[in-house]
């Protein structure tokens, strides 16, 4: 034992997440935490209401069905319906995970095996990397690089290998906020399809873009047989701690997703279920009042970091900015926001954990504005004493 590590080595370098690293710094030092994607406030007052009836109703205080309870398997195959015109049957083709962190695992841990090897946009949320790992695949990057971050159709081409399996698309895209336009979507779907590759899209900010709206890449010829869609209740209500979160996609993918999901969780957020199955059915106001304020806080935020000296890439989507640190005089991002509570009280994430090649976003570091107005603005007033 001792000559063996005790964490499975696919794993090594995976220890404590930089969110519950700097997150805990921001509680230590008393800072202002625009680090950790989490809003400050609750998400609809009937929504949150609509939990604590089902909770003394005694629906979904026991075990829930494994696929999820069939009031939101409903909910949602509607909300496909309604915003994209996509049809999912509720009993086969819907499934309810533990927020979308765990779809993503399922989903991976179902349709890998080892060897296999996995194209990614970099920088890239840190669960893809541990998922694909522990399902032993080979995580290909594809890197998007300021100032657009736009994936280069050429360089993605020519990253398909034989031994290429799985596109993990994420759009709208954390941290860069780039929103996949129609041109590039049609480009990785033509690819997926000419080489028989499987696609696993996390759509979980597809009610947080800015301007053009989100397009889902299953609604594309050839797509829809081969595409594992991932959303969550999570960013889109402002409870992120209830982790609900949902597949869609043909019946043998999700029969396959499941077969994963069931030995993870098994079931999860019973109650909430039935409270998110209540807040998919909102009105159109909901998501367009819900937009219009983290737009505005977006901007906030946005004008801030660039009088504090930051040279700022303005998202098309999600509630994370993007920034560089050297016209400030800086180039490491992340002893940049080690310092940062000390100088100024203020806590963010340094983008190079997001990459294989961390020399790409070295420079790099990431803000949340999912915050109240008051919060962001003492933020802005500090960082500006940089």
Not at 154 to 162: M, Q
């Amino acid at each position: 034992m001792e000559a063996r590590p005790l964490l499975n080595r696919r794993l090594a370098g995976m220890g404590t997440t930089i969110f519950a690293e700097m997150s805990a710094l921001a509680t230590a030092t008393g800072s202002i935490n625009l680090g950790q994607g989490f809003p400050d406030t609750d998400g609809p007052e009937e929504v949150r209401e609509a939990a604590v009836r089902a909770l003394r109703e005694g629906r979904g205080n026991q075990y829930p069905p494994g696929p999820g309870v069939p009031e939101l398997r409903t909910a949602i195959a509607e909300h496909q319906q309604r915003f994209y015109g996509l049809t999912y049957d509720p009993d086969t083709e819907v499934l309810v995970t533990a927020g979308a962190t765990e779809a993503i695992a399922a989903a991976l841990l179902a349709l890998l095996e080892p060897g296999d090897e996995v194209i990614s946009f970099e920088p890239f949320y840190d669960s893809y990397a541990a998922c694909i790992a522990m399902a032993g695949a080979v995580r290909v990057p594809l890197t998007l690089r300021a100032p657009s971050f736009r994936p280069d159709a050429d360089e993605l081409r020519a990253l398909i290998t034989p031994r290429t399996r799985l596109l993990l698309i994420n759009t709208p895209h954390n941290p860069t906020g780039l929103v996949l336009n129609a041109d590039e979507l049609r480009t990785i779907a033509e690819l997926a399809v000419e080489h028989d590759l499987l696609v696993v899209t996390d759509e979980v900010y597809e009610h947080l873009v800015f301007s053009g709206g989100h397009h889902p890449i299953a609604a594309l010829p050839g797509m829809r047989e081969r595409t594992v869609s991932i959303s969550s209740a999570g960013k889109t209500f402002s409870f992120t701690g209830w982790k609900v979160g949902w597949v869609t996609g043909a019946p043998e993918l999700v029969a396959a997703v499941r077969t994963a999901k069931q030995y993870l969780t098994y079931v999860s957020a019973g109650p909430f279920q039935y409270a998110v199955a209540e807040a998919l059915r909102l009105p159109d106001d909901h998501f367009d009042g819900f937009r219009a304020d983290l737009l505005r806080k977006r901007d906030l935020l946005a004008d801030g970091l660039a009088g504090a000296g930051f040279r700022v890439f303005v998202p098309e989507g999600t509630y994370f900015i993007t920034t560089d640190i050297t016209p400030l005089g800086e180039k490491d991002g992340a002893e940049f926001c080690r310092s940062l509570p000390g100088r100024c009280g203020v806590v963010a994430i340094p983008n190079a954990v997001f990459y294989d090649n961390a020399d790409e976003g070295r420079p790099l570091v990431r803000f949340t504005f999912c915050k109240r107005d008051e919060v962001l603005r003492e933020a802005v007033a500090r960082l500006g004493r940089l």
